[in-house]
């Protein structure tokens, strides 16, 4: 027995031994992989000697002689810093995940290669300018000169994820930046999960669909089934979902989810002193690392410093010595979804607008780790590819018979969006810059601008037209045999709608629907200050909002070379399409930026950070209209009496969402609940996936009875007949039990950032057990879905309140004093999680915190963390 109990021991000690072992030796090729940032190296391809200066946040200020070194080490600094990101952005693309990642990736696999982000990618290869071709081919060159390092000092592999994934280190290609950026652009666009959501309304609810997908003013769309015949079955297949608009991508890009942004800008008579502040804060998918990278690049043209993704040769979003810009999504409609009638016994033929087509097919083997290879056979129509109803939702609105097929401007084979991009960055005045902008392609953007001289905003992007007697003007799939479901030549590029001289001097742009007309203007003049008459209002562009009347012939507000007539312009105004971000956040930004006669650096940095609720300020009052005033207290401990103290926080509220405040949690969890209660019985399973996103533009129809919109209060399956006071009480009712149960019920020791946090998951990595807790990071945060500093949630019943997107970038450029200019990301510069880089940032952007962005190599070399220096290999 003693002998046993001998062994015991030795078993145990030797295991605690060995296991003590591998993690000394799992932990020193880990930091093998972290790379010396004082290194000096001789390599191939170099030009002349550069010097990359990592400043104390581990900002790589590139130092360069030519500009083929600067694309070469911008290349090499993302590689060092990113590599296994840019690894994944590119399989995504290319849809190569499954390789890596197994079955869980294969989904996102064949959607990629359905679309053929990475062969349109490939052949837009050779629409880009001559210089632009040199920078990626040079940023390409950068890349595979650190994966070389990696190899030849064996440096752990380049990045510790590696050692746990299977995969080779392909060498990057000129074409493996554009497809991130196709990749980039697909997560901009919401439009397919708009069409769907319609359609499933409508399905559902056809004679209130528009209750809930509608806008004020649209015409009203037939009903979704009508446009089949009557005969049409909408039948789920059986199998799983294979994947959808939302989760797609392992994070860093959220195909189809619809990306938002703020930019806002001020020209010299605005600013305290005399030169042009921008603002830009792009919102994405909130991920460890995040998608944004820090930089620095000294061009030919002059340095430019800003926020860079990895894996895209290009500052997106920053300054140079004489101009800042900013770029937001315009959620134009540059995506329809075509329903192909499919001949019956005859899978390779569809139904066209003449009679039965053939079907473009091809043959692709997609590779899954520890499985077996999977042949798919990929079809195209004239409408573009064939997605599987199995993706993205299409299944519950695909009848029984046809198949979807994508119509979109970012499958261009034709995409001149990279070389516009680079143009920008190294335009120096605003008129350079919009002709920068002239060839982006997709995706749709607003790009704000500010020089010297003033501000300025421009609709870039290809814009497709619709018939104008398209049967859903593109808010819903339709049939493709209707030849009316086809789209028009796109407009010319100098024919969206633009502001270039702002009378007040304000520019502002969100994503969001502007509704700018004769006399009025969402950013008005000063208190005191009176416009000038007879000056008429033009719409700009979908999401934009300016700051006051636009003088001068129609050129100057619709472009240089050719002024749209006033029969034209309305068509113009009509592609930019129906679906839009919340634009309650533009009206809350309009009005900051108009209560202040003069601003600063610091005004905008508040304005930028800003968590007021816009929607809370108009929900409340009409939610609660019946409910504030309920006689005597209640006795103490009764679920009487914390309504009545949970309304009573909430009537001395100004919807502030700060995170160590009760009253955004009540709040939020009450419009939760409401929506949930009002859709639940009509919309089924679709009422609880809406519940994630809260809807205010629905919630105020129904509580002002818009064209009937009260009908939502009650119950159909009940006998007696609710109204909407009685339904909101129910609602609080239920969210306070929900908002008990999970902190207690003391209502004032609530906060919202005890609920509400921003979870930075590490796409592979981060749902591992114990590796989550070193490579994911989770911190409270303010604002929600309609605030400008913009934190919408998730609506998972295990935290409904879990932050899902957010400002991964946030930047203000001051004009009068540049090198004050400052930015921020939203996690850190190194994608390691043993970097003390990694998550440095962090806490800042939690804060409203953020890194000075200076040109002055001299204050660069002062701070540095380290200085690597490339020279020419002999």
Request: proline fraction near 8%; charged fraction near 20%; include cysteine.
């Amino acid at each position: 027995m003693l002998s046993l109990f001998r062994w015991l021991v030795r078993l145990t000690i030797g295991l605690m031994i060995g296991f003590v072992g591998a993690a000394v030796l799992a932990w020193y090729f880990a930091v093998r992989s972290l790379p010396d940032y004082d290194a000096q190296l001789a390599l191939p391809g170099i030009e002349q000697r550069v010097e990359i200066v990592r400043t104390t946040e581990n900002v790589p200020h590139i130092l360069a002689t030519t500009d083929h070194d600067a694309f070469f080490a911008l290349g090499f600094a993302h590689a060092q810093d990113r590599l296994f990101q840019m690894v994944v952005l590119r399989r995504a693309a290319q849809g190569r995940l499954a390789e890596m990642f197994g079955e869980r990736a294969y989904a996102t696999d064949d959607l990629s290669r359905r679309l053929g982000l990475w062969r349109n990618a490939e052949a837009s290869l050779e629409a880009q300018d001559e210089p632009t071709r040199a920078a990626l081919q040079a940023y390409a060159d950068g890349v595979n000169a650190w994966v070389e390092e990696v190899n030849k000092g064996a440096l752990g592999r380049g990045a510790p994820e590696f050692f746990l994934l299977p995969g080779d280190i392909a060498y990057w290609q000129p074409a493996d930046s554009l497809a991130i950026l196709k990749l980039v652009a697909a997560g901009a666009s919401g439009q397919v999960a708009a069409e769907v959501t319609r359609a499933r309304v409508s399905l559902a609810v056809p004679e209130r669909a528009g209750d809930l997908t509608g806008a004020v003013g649209e015409p009203p769309l037939p009903p979704y089934a009508s446009l089949f015949g009557g005969g049409a079955r909408f039948v789920a297949p059986p199998e799983e979902a294979m994947s959808d608009w939302f989760a797609s991508l392992v994070g860093y890009v959220a195909v189809g989810r619809g990306a938002t942004a703020n930019a806002f800008a001020a020209a010299p008579a605005r600013t305290a002193a005399g030169a042009p502040l921008l603002a830009n804060d792009p919102h994405v998918a909130l991920t460890a690392p995040s998608l944004w990278y820090l930089a620095r690049m000294d061009l030919q043209a002059g340095s430019v410093i800003g926020g860079t993704i990895p894996g895209i040769p290009a500052i997106l979003t920053g300054r140079n010595p004489g101009l800042a810009w900013g770029l937001t999504p315009a959620w134009v409609d540059d995506q329809d979804i075509v329903m192909e009638e499919v001949q019956p016994g005859a899978p390779d033929r569809y139904l066209g607008d003449g009679g039965w087509r053939d079907f473009t097919t091809r043959q692709e083997v997609i590779r899954v780790l520890d499985a077996e290879d999977r042949r798919i056979t990929l079809r195209e129509s004239d409408a573009g590819p064939v997605i599987p109803p199995a993706h993205l939702g299409l299944a519950e609105v695909t009848p029984a018979g046809y198949v979807p097929a994508l119509r979109w401007t970012g499958l261009s084979d034709r995409d001149t969006t990279m070389s516009a991009l680079m143009a920008l960055m190294q335009a120096t005045n605003r008129a350079q810059a919009q002709r920068a902008a002239t060839g982006i392609v997709a995706p749709a953007v607003e790009v704000t601008l500010a020089d010297t001289e003033g501000v300025a905003q421009v609709l870039s992007g290809t814009i497709p037209r619709r018939p104008a007697d398209h049967p859903t003007g593109g808010r819903m799939p339709a049939p493709g045999r209707d030849a009316r479901v086809r789209w028009l030549d796109p407009l010319p590029p100098t024919a969206p709608l633009r502001v270039t001289a702002p009378l007040q001097g304000m520019v502002a742009a969100t994503g969001a629907e502007t509704a700018i007309g004769a006399g009025t203007a969402l950013i008005p003049p000063p208190a005191g200050a009176a416009a000038p008459a007879g000056v008429e209002l033009v719409p700009i562009a979908a999401g934009s909002a300016l700051a006051e009347p636009q003088p001068g012939p129609a050129e100057d507000r619709l472009g240089p070379d050719a002024a749209p007539s006033p029969e034209a312009a309305p068509s113009i105004l009509e592609s930019l399409g129906h679906n839009r971000d919340d634009p309650l956040r533009l009206s809350r930004l309009s009005r900051l930026l108009a209560l202040r006669e003069i601003h600063s650096r610091d005004s905008f940095i508040d304005a930028q950070l800003d968590t007021v609720s816009p929607a809370a300020r108009a929900l409340l009052p009409l939610v609660g209209a019946n409910l504030w005033f309920t006689g005597e207290p209640a006795a103490p401990g009764t679920p009487e009496r914390q309504r009545q103290d949970a309304l009573a926080l909430l009537a001395e509220w100004d919807g502030n969402m700060g995170e160590h405040l009760p009253e955004p949690l009540i709040y939020s969890a009450w419009m939760r609940r409401l929506q949930e209660r009002l859709t639940h019985d009509e919309l089924g399973g679709l009422a609880t996936e809406l519940a994630g996103r809260l809807q205010p533009a629905f919630i105020e129809r129904v509580f002002r009875n818009t064209d009937g919109a009260a009908a939502w209060c009650d119950v159909v399956q009940s006998a007696p007949v609710e109204d909407c006071a009685t339904m909101a009480r129910q609602a609080l009712d239920a969210a306070l039990i929900d908002l008990s149960d999970r902190f207690g019920p003391e209502v004032e020791s609530w906060r919202w950032g005890d609920a509400h946090v921003a979870r930075h998951d590490h796409p592979a990595l981060g749902r591992m057990p114990i590796l989550n807790w070193v490579v994911s990071l989770v911190q409270s945060t303010s604002g929600d879905g309609s605030s400008i500093a913009r934190a919408p949630v998730l609506g998972a019943e295990e935290n409904p309140w879990t932050a899902v997107e957010g400002a991964g970038y946030r930047g203000v450029y001051d004009l009068a004093d540049p090198d004050s200019s400052v930015f921020v990301i939203a996690t850190g510069q190194s994608g390691h999680p043993l970097s003390r880089h990694y998550d440095d940032l962090s806490e800042r952007w939690r804060r409203g915190e953020y890194v000075t962005m200076s040109l002055d190599p001299t204050l660069a070399r002062a701070g540095a963390r380290g200085i690597t220096v490339l020279s020419p290999a002999e």
